[in-house]
């Protein structure tokens, strides 16, 4: 059973940094995409960042050119840099890991910012 544990969360003030940080635990053969989503209240998940096995990166327009994905496959983690945060980034985030062909969530880190 593949688990995901999310870190990094927390209260910042507008025009500051987080680094969310997601480790895999469990067996895994092979990890394919890995990504960030967030859910604002009410409202349905959207994706955030994923990058692929090769290093591909996909970004919401939103959090273009201030976030920023990237991954450690050696330890099977996908971390999250967030700079220049704005309260309409305040979101529980969610981290996404395809294990095994097997899509599986974290719990969700809640990531406040405010004005």
């Known amino acids: 059973q593949v688990q995901l544990v999310e870190s990094g969360g927390g209260l910042v003030q507008a025009g500051g940094s987080l680094r969310l940080s997601c480790a895999t635990s469990g067996s895994v053969f092979r990890i394919g995409a890995m990504g960030w989503f967030r859910q604002f209240p009410g409202k349905q998940r959207d994706l955030v960042a994923t990058?692929?096995?090769?290093?591909?990166?996909n970004y919401a327009n939103s959090v273009k050119g201030r976030f920023t994905i990237s991954r450690d496959n050696a330890k099977n983690a996908v971390y999250l840099q967030m700079n220049s945060l704005k309260p309409e980034d305040t979101a529980v985030y969610y981290c996404?890991?395809?294990?095994?062909?097997?899509?599986?969530w974290g719990q969700g880190t809640r990531v406040t910012v405010s004005s």
């Open positions: 996404n890991v395809v294990a095994d062909y097997v899509n599986y």
């Open positions: 990058v692929t096995g090769t290093g591909s990166t």
